[in-house]
């Protein structure tokens, strides 16, 4: 069955780094467009990044624009996301996605503090 497994989240100062992966099984991970997306305290899902099956980026959300990078390994069937100079509001549940849904993984929690 499909399975899809983020990992790297954790607790990071404000213009920290982290980077987000997500391992995949159970599908054809090189013909799918993969996005991220969050989901803070309180807020509903925001779609952060899609990546196209080959490799471009498809879309941004104007709040990670310059500062996150989406990626993807498809010899590896997993997507990344390298977050740099995090933001409190960058504080979330990230999930990743196949095809923009309804298979996900079960999150991974970012938080940004001092």
């Known amino acids: 069955q499909v399975q899809l497994v983020e990992s790297g989240g954790g607790l990071v100062q404000p213009g920290g780094s982290l980077r987000l992966s997500c391992a995949t099984s159970?599908?054809?991970?090189?013909?799918?467009?993969m996005s991220w997306a969050r989901q803070a305290p309180g807020k509903g899902l925001e779609w952060v990044a899609d990546?196209?099956?080959?490799?471009?980026?498809?879309y941004y959300a104007d709040s990670v624009e310059g500062r996150f990078t989406i990626s993807r390994d498809n010899a590896k069937n997993t997507l990344y996301l390298q977050m740099n100079n995090l933001k409190p509001e960058d504080t979330a549940v990230y999930y990743c996605?196949?095809?923009?849904?309804?298979?996900r993984g079960q999150g991974t929690q970012v938080t940004v503090s001092s």
């Open positions: 159970g599908f054809g991970f090189s013909s799918y467009t």
């Open positions: 996605y196949k095809n923009k849904g309804p298979d």
């Open positions: 990546i196209a099956p080959g490799g471009w980026t498809e």
